[in-house]
């Protein structure tokens, strides 16, 4: 949300003739608006770099010593007024090749002398209302990369406490690998070293995460990822129960991408179509197909499946089906977090179902 300070906008006013710009001011007047006025190009640029506050110039192309083509010439050149909008004001030339000279030059409207009374004032004010669009936008930008650091940071912590505790676990287990009488058991033998294999695997990715945690989205490693076989070892880890199928499409492709980030979407959508399984035999399929410069991915179970509210609702943060039982642990964050990996790679994440009958889940992966 905007503050109070920032619903203030700040027009500057520049013409060589004062008479000039009191009409202007005079036209264009409101209660939320500030008015600052300068007499030279030179004038201009001064008091652009001592207000950083201004959302608009309104600029007379015709001034001695320096025209405004060059004022906004200099202005779009520095990072730090290239995105003030500008509207030139002239007297002179209509011509088309003389008009696109001055959008060339930054200008994001023309208005011409003498000037049109309401005109002049529809203009300004879609400007005013693009420039309280940006400052919020910005708002939100700054918000989100607030709670990102936050959620970098318990990420860390977490995943920093488990290590210590899984260490321990592994160095457990492998020692009663090698035990002679678990050897002789072969069943209780295959149990632990599944739980091996997945202590070990469970240390992988918690060093993965912390790893993770520690970089900005533009460090995070991209590398070569075969989705098939990514998809077959997150199945196979996740120990479904006897009375479950799990088939992967071989057509799954191999993809440049973080890895990380695709393994959570399908651990989580696999996790859930295990965890929600109703059926004697519960069926789970993987496939992909290809639209545009995206890979759509999808998982589809014959579970409970849901209602069509719950399709439209379940990725929002905190909302759970209402085929969710009272002993369920859903938190309704799970989902949320999956729209905003997808999301963060351009793509979207939907769900189709029929109650009774089960559910698909698409998302979107960048190719």
């Known amino acids: 949300m905007i503050s109070k300070g920032a619903r203030e906008f700040t027009v500057l006013l520049v013409d060589d003739r004062p008479e000039n710009i009191m009409v202007l001011q005079e036209i264009l007047e409101k209660d939320n608006r500030k008015f600052i006025s300068a007499l030279s190009g030179n004038e201009a640029l001064k008091t652009v770099w001592k207000n950083p ?3 608009l110039i309104m600029l007379d192309v015709q001034m001695p010593d320096m025209d405004g ?8 050149s520095n990072s730090k007024t290239k995105d003030i909008a500008i509207i030139f004001v002239t007297a002179i030339s209509k011509d088309v090749q003389y008009v696109m000279q001055g959008f060339d030059e930054g200008a994001v409207d023309y208005l011409q002398k ?15 209302k693009l420039f309280f669009y940006q400052q919020q936008l910005k708002e939100s930008l700054l918000e989100v990369e607030k709670v990102n650091k936050q959620l970098e940071k318990f990420v860390y912590m977490v995943s920093h406490d488990l290590k210590s505790p899984l260490a321990s676990i592994i160095t457990v287990m492998s020692s009663i690998k090698g035990n002679s009488i678990v050897e002789t058991d072969p069943l209780t033998s295959q149990k632990i070293d599944l739980v091996y294999m997945a202590s070990n695997h469970l240390a992988e990715m918690i060093n993965a ?29 996740l120990f479904p129960p006897q009375n479950i199928t799990i088939t992967v499409s ?8 973080r890895k990380i980030k695709l393994q959570q979407v399908f651990q989580n959508l696999l996790s859930n179509a295990i965890k929600y399984s109703d059926k ?6 993987v496939n992909v197909f290809e639209k545009d410069q995206f890979y759509v991915f999808s998982v589809k179970d014959n579970g409970p499946g849901m209602a069509r509210i719950d ?10 089906g209402s085929n969710t039982s009272n002993n369920d642990s859903s938190t309704g964050v799970g989902l949320n977090i999956l729209k905003v990996l997808v999301e963060e790679q351009g793509g979207k994440i939907w769900a189709e179902s029929v109650e009774g009958e089960g559910s698909t889940f698409y998302f979107e992966w960048r190719k």
Do not use: H, W
């Open 53 to 55: 506050s201004i959302g």
């Open 69 to 76: 083509f060059e004022v906004a010439r200099m202005l779009k």
């Open 114 to 128: 003498p000037l049109d009374i309401n005109v002049t004032k529809a203009k300004v004010n879609v400007s005013e």
């Open 209 to 237: 995460i912390l790893e993770y945690s520690k970089q900005s989205f533009a460090q995070q490693t991209v590398e070569e990822v075969n989705v098939f076989e990514l998809v077959n070892q997150i199945a196979f880890l």
């Open 250 to 257: 071989q057509k799954l492709p191999v993809i440049l991408t």
């Open 280 to 285: 004697p035999d519960g069926v789970i399929e």
């Open 311 to 320: 399709a439209d609702r379940i990725f929002r943060l905190f909302e759970t």
